[in-house]
């Protein structure tokens, strides 16, 4: 390169797209390097003005997200009882997400707890709590024997949890 002639401007321009397929993630990054202007005299003609270069690179990972444990607490595993429980009646998603938001408000999932003021006892808050022993004689301490007569309950006398989750909202019990 002669001396008179120095490289005047030079900008870089860096897109880089992703996408996530399944649990890998893919993608291209494309580096350009554009106008790269060189300061030269007129009278020459075999200079260029400016320069263009394209690099192309393509990056995968292997890495797989965490899924997330809900079963390390008590209340997750008795959601994931019930979870499990509503999927075999053929039930759908949304019928999981009104039990849910039901059950929350009722017991917190929690299978020990009571009302002491009505005696309503379990996860589905079953008043009394002794009506559940047609479902196991380890009412008292077990969740699939809970969950198992609560959905049994929803699904005779509200047809679903949908259906269960709407009366509650109005009349504020089920």
Same mark, same amino acid.
């Given at each position: ?16 797209? =992703?996408?996530?397929? %399944?649990?890998?993630?893919? @993608?291209?990054?494309?580096?350009? #390097? ?7 005299? &007129? ?13 192309? !690179?393509?990056?995968?990972? @292997?890495?797989?997200?965490?899924? +997330?444990? #809900?079963?390390?607490?008590?209340? %997750? ?7 499990? #429980? ?20 009722? =017991?917190?999932?929690?299978?020990? !707890?009571?009302?002491?003021?009505? /005696?309503?006892? /379990?996860? &589905?808050?079953?008043? &009394? /709590?002794?009506?559940? =022993?047609? =479902? @196991? ?11 198992? *007569? @609560?959905?049994?309950?929803? +699904?005779?006398?509200? %047809?679903? &949890?949908? /259906?269960?989750? %709407? ?5 504020? *019990?089920?």
């Amino acid at each position: 390169m002669d001396s008179n002639r120095a490289l005047r401007a030079a900008a870089v321009t860096v897109v880089a797209v =992703s996408a996530v397929v %399944g649990s890998t993630a893919t @993608g291209t990054t494309e580096t350009i #390097l554009t106008t790269a202007v060189e300061d030269t005299a &007129p009278e020459d003609p075999t200079v260029e003005g400016t320069a263009e270069r394209v690099y192309l !690179a393509t990056w995968s990972t @292997g890495a797989r997200p965490r899924p +997330k444990s #809900l079963a390390r607490t008590a209340k %997750g595993r008795n959601r994931a009882i019930a979870f499990r #429980l509503v999927s075999r009646r053929a039930w759908s998603h949304d019928q999981f997400r009104c039990l849910d938001s039901l059950w929350t408000r009722e =017991s917190n999932w929690n299978h020990r !707890a009571h009302n002491r003021h009505t /005696g309503a006892y /379990g996860i &589905p808050q079953a008043l &009394p /709590g002794s009506k559940m =022993s047609d =479902s @196991g004689r380890d009412w008292r301490s077990s969740p699939v024997t809970q969950i198992r *007569w @609560g959905l049994r309950y929803i +699904k005779q006398r509200y %047809g679903s &949890p949908c /259906g269960a989750w %709407g009366h509650f909202r109005s009349a504020n *019990w089920y």
